[in-house]
T-cell receptor, first 116, second 109 residues
Framework: GAVVSQHPSRVICKSGTSVKIECRSLDFQATTMFWYRQFPKQSLMLMATSNEGSKATYEQGVEKDKFLINHASLTLSTLTVTSAHPEDSSFYIC????????????FGEGSRLTVL | GIQVEQSPPDLILQEGANSTLRCNFSDSVNNLQWFHQNPWGQLINLFYIPSGTKQNGRLSATTVATERYSLLYISSSQTTDSGVYFCAVSTSGTYKYIFGTGTRLKVLA
């Protein structure tokens, strides 16, 4: 299957700082990537759809100024959590879709963010 | 939006037992995937199955799109099968994948 790499896997930061998470498709080009958030013992919640060369589409209730998404190339999407607060602590997972439309999703390893 | 419900929410099995996990969805979908989330959080692709039946070793899956459900069968379960199983569906028009509520499986030695 296709390989998606996410970095960093764990990050601890102080309240008020910004954190950037990278998501790379290693062996295919991904015009669309998706960012999910997962709280303990819960399902994955879609945050936003990242499209190469255009603005991300955010799900209802997700603050676009808090969670900045950039998809600058066909193999890289980044999520920046700005002015992080303890309530932003969570597991963030990216995924990339192979092909167009309803193609198969492959996921990165996830990034566990802890804001102190 | 579409609702995706999985059952049962929790399942405990003795090693060697068989099980069936169910995924119900409230609207038409154009794709469906099954994932296994391991204890480290990694999502492992199990099946890409918009319709029909597929098998991979001890696992098999069936999707009946017209009746809005999919089933994941695990035979001869092993302790390494423990974790959370998710189905995720995408709908025509949005092509976003929405995750189900998950089934937490524990296989005892």
């Amino acid at each position: 299957g296709a390989v998606v790499s996410q970095h960093p896997s764990r990050v601890i930061c102080k309240s008020g700082t910004s954190v950037k998470i990278e998501c790379r498709s290693l062996d295919f080009q991904a015009t669309t990537m998706f960012w999910y958030r997962q709280f303990p013992k819960q399902s994955l919640m879609l945050m936003a759809t990242s499209n190469e060369g255009s603005k991300a589409t955010y799900e209802q209730g997700v603050e676009k100024d808090k969670f900045l998404i950039n998809h600058a190339s066909l193999t890289l999407s980044t999520l920046t959590v700005t002015s992080a607060h303890p309530e932003d602590s969570s597991f963030y997972i990216c995924s990339a879709r192979v092909g167009l439309a309803a193609g198969e999703l492959f996921f990165g390893e996830g990034s566990r963010l802890t804001v102190l | 939006g579409i609702q995706v419900e999985q059952s049962p929410p929790d399942l405990i099995l003795q090693e060697g037992a068989n099980s069936t996990l169910r995924c119900n969805f409230s609207d038409s979908v154009n794709n469906l995937q099954w994932f296994h989330q391991n204890p480290w959080g990694q999502l492992i692709n199990l099946f890409y199955i918009p319709s029909g039946t597929k098998q991979n070793g001890r696992l098999s899956a069936t999707t009946v799109a017209t009746e809005r459900y999919s089933l994941l069968y695990i035979s001869s379960s092993q302790t390494t099968d423990s974790g959370v199983y998710f189905c995720a569906v995408s709908t025509s028009g949005t092509y976003k994948y929405i995750f189900g509520t998950g089934t937490r499986l524990k296989v005892l030695a």
